[in-house]
């Protein structure tokens, strides 16, 4: 009985990651969320914001981009919160580029091809790098509330135009680690968690339970019995015999042997 009932926790424990991942495909995509608008330099703008993922364009020579998670190294995204990243860019080239919008989008880790939210696109104004230079680029976004906690990832974008004619840098095409709202643990997690050590705590009762099985078969081998004779003697018939044949003929052989 113990046995069977390893068998099926096991069987649950392996069952529920592919349940986390059927959940996730069927999750509906979230609204495109518009950037907040912001003043300064940068000209970010919050409205009436185009989106750019229908669109594909090349990346242009002498341009390089590079992507950091500020506070956050281990990329650990609270779903329905906002996060921030900053792309940076460098400009070797020989005209200035033109800042249109940077966007991002999150995938399943295994399978680019099954989108499972579009991010919001954050647009610019006024925003120019020009030759030998750099400049840095903030990006807020968030993830749906309703976003299974797990691993997914995040494949970000920046567009820009030289001369003209746009281009685009994929700035970042990795893993976050998306999370519930205000923890690192999820309800899945704890239960993942507890049911492992449940299924330890079993595992070592029926080693136990072998155990002490094989140590009784042990104890209960039988041991050889070692019959030991003893002598009686009947004093009546002694007495009974005193003065027959038998008697004396005892006697005249104890003598012989004197």
Not at 30 to 50: C, F, H, K, P, R
Not at 124 to 146: D, E, G, L, R
Not at 222 to 244: I, N, R
Request: hydrophobic letters at 40%; proline letters at 5%.
């Amino acid at each position: 009985m113990t046995i069977r009932v390893f068998f099926v926790l096991a069987l649950l424990l392996f069952s529920s990651s592919f349940l986390q991942v059927a959940r996730a495909q069927s999750d509906p995509e979230a609204e495109v969320v518009e950037g907040t608008e912001e003043g300064g330099d940068l000209g970010i703008v919050g409205e009436d914001v185009q989106d750019f993922s229908s669109e594909s364009y090349s990346p242009a020579p002498g341009i390089e981009t590079i992507c950091v998670f500020p506070k956050n190294p281990s990329k650990v995204v609270a779903a329905g919160e906002e996060r921030e990243l900053l792309v940076g860019m460098k400009n070797d080239g020989g005209s200035n580029l033109n800042i249109i919008a940077i966007q991002a989008s999150v995938h399943l880790p295994f399978d680019h091809r099954y989108l499972v939210q579009n991010l919001s696109v954050q647009a610019f104004n006024n925003a120019t790098v020009p030759p030998s230079a750099q400049a840095t680029f903030p990006y807020i976004f968030a993830v749906s509330k309703f976003m299974q906690p797990g691993s997914f990832d995040l494949v970000g974008t920046i567009i820009y135009e030289i001369d003209q004619n746009a281009y685009q840098n994929v700035f970042y095409n990795g893993t976050i680690e998306v999370t519930e709202p205000g923890g690192m643990l999820s309800v899945e997690s704890v239960f993942l968690f507890c049911l492992g050590v449940a299924l330890l705590g079993l595992l070592g009762l029926w080693i136990r339970g072998q155990l002490q099985n094989l140590s009784k078969k042990t104890k209960r081998a039988p041991k050889a019995k070692v019959e030991v004779g003893t002598a009686t003697t009947d004093a009546s018939m002694d007495e009974w015999l005193q003065g027959t044949a038998y008697t004396q003929s005892q006697s005249n052989k104890l003598k012989k042997k004197k």
